[in-house]
């Protein structure tokens, strides 16, 4: 399995709206989404539609409107945004428990390249269905303030009578507090980074 554009711009979305949930943001609007992560606004919208159609997320019309999680965080798993949006987890079709396919293979029962397919199938599975949206959102939040990072999306500095909401990432181009890598450079991650080792310590698969 490789996530599509589509699926990591639909992740990394519903991440910042649970964020903003969090911190009692009540609603973002696309351009602010699309802003925050560098994603093309046209392209972020088709993906805010299929979302909605979903039941994921709702939208509130008009000047100050935007969108929110149409549900709460920890009802939302990883593995369904994902099949929403690229399909079934397996790497080949007679491996699905979602969308089952019958490959070109003339005996299934004792195929060796199926039996280890699946065990690919179910681990992916196991990881995505396990981990709910809300798991991810409490670890990014954990993160940010370890590193003592601002909230994105949090209200600072509304101007009253507009009511806007400016996100306190918007700093200015080359700020020495911003720790973001520059763009084309592979920040470092370690296996301590991922969201299972955050939420379980010592982990392994």
């Not at 400016?166 to 920040?187: N, V």
Request: aromatic share 4%; proline share 6%; net charge positive.
């Amino acid at each position: 399995m490789k996530l599509s554009k589509r699926g990591e711009y639909a992740l990394r979305t519903l991440i910042n709206l649970g964020v903003a949930a969090e911190i009692k943001r009540p609603l973002v609007q696309v351009s602010e989404l699309a802003e925050s992560e560098q994603l093309p606004v046209k392209f972020l919208e088709q993906i805010m539609q299929d979302l909605k159609d979903a039941g994921l997320v709702e939208s509130q019309r008009g000047k100050f409107g935007g969108y929110r999680l149409a549900k709460p965080a920890a009802r939302i798993t990883i593995g369904e945004v994902v099949r929403l949006i690229d399909g079934p987890l397996a790497p080949i079709g007679c491996v699905s428990q979602t969308a089952y396919e019958k490959c070109t293979c003339p005996d299934e029962t004792h195929c060796g390249l199926r039996m280890l397919m699946l065990d690919v199938r179910n681990a992916i599975a196991g990881i995505l269905d396990r981990y709910t949206l809300a798991n991810v959102v409490e670890v990014t939040l954990r993160k940010l303030r370890r590193d003592n990072i601002p909230h994105p999306f949090a209200a600072v500095a509304a101007k009253p009578k507009t009511g806007r909401w400016r996100s306190p990432l918007r700093r200015a181009a080359g700020s020495a507090s911003d720790p973001a890598p520059r763009r084309g450079q592979r920040p470092s991650l370690s296996d301590t980074e991922g969201v299972l080792h955050q939420l379980l310590g010592d982990y392994t698969i």
